[in-house]
């Protein structure tokens, strides 16, 4: 089976230990989480996690109803990259010598789009929001500069291509019955 970066959005109650209960869900078929975000939803008192994990199709789903059977969940949906739209934040904390040493950092920083946030003597903080990839390229050419000093990403957070949310019309036939 082919496996593709899949990405999970569950909703469900802000209750403790439920995220706990769905990671165990991916540990016990092995399967290892690439990025997850917890945060408030659009709907009030709805929690929402969106998790990537590399997976094949069977698996995924049966992840998806797995989750999808806590008494916390509400609901959980799987999607492709195609169904979303997504974005990630990176922060790179850059030697500030090095950086003014060699013109082509800042080239390179302005080229990926990214902006420096914060600069002093010792540090310069740069911010890039994007996929992934460009991510992960801008990463790879600073550490070829040996700039780098941290580096953190926030994971992906993403929303539907849909109009509403799945968890709108479940929510909305709950209250109806």
């Known amino acids: 089976m082919e496996k593709k970066l899949y990405t999970l959005i569950v909703h ?22 690439e990025s997850i975000n917890a945060s408030a939803s659009s709907i009030k008192g709805v929690h929402r996690y969106t998790i990537t994990a590399w997976s094949d199709e069977d698996t995924i789903i049966k992840v998806t109803k797995q989750i999808e059977k806590k008494i916390d969940v509400l609901q959980a949906h799987y999607y492709v990259d195609g169904e979303i739209f997504m974005q990630e934040v990176a922060l790179f904390k850059v030697s500030t010598p090095i950086l003014l040493d060699n013109p082509l950092i800042s080239k390179t920083i302005r080229r990926y789009g990214a902006r420096i946030m914060e600069a002093n003597a010792v540090y310069a903080v740069v911010e890039k929001s994007g996929v992934t990839d460009e991510i992960s390229a801008l990463r790879a050419e600073l550490d070829a500069f040996n700039c780098v000093l941290q580096y953190v990403s926030s994971g992906r957070i993403a929303v539907t291509r849909d109009t509403a949310e799945h968890v709108n019309e479940y929510l909305e036939k709950i209250n109806h019955k």
């Open 12 to 33: 469900s109650e802000n209750i403790a230990g439920l995220l706990n209960q769905i990671t165990a869900v991916f540990t016990r078929r092995q399967i290892n989480i």
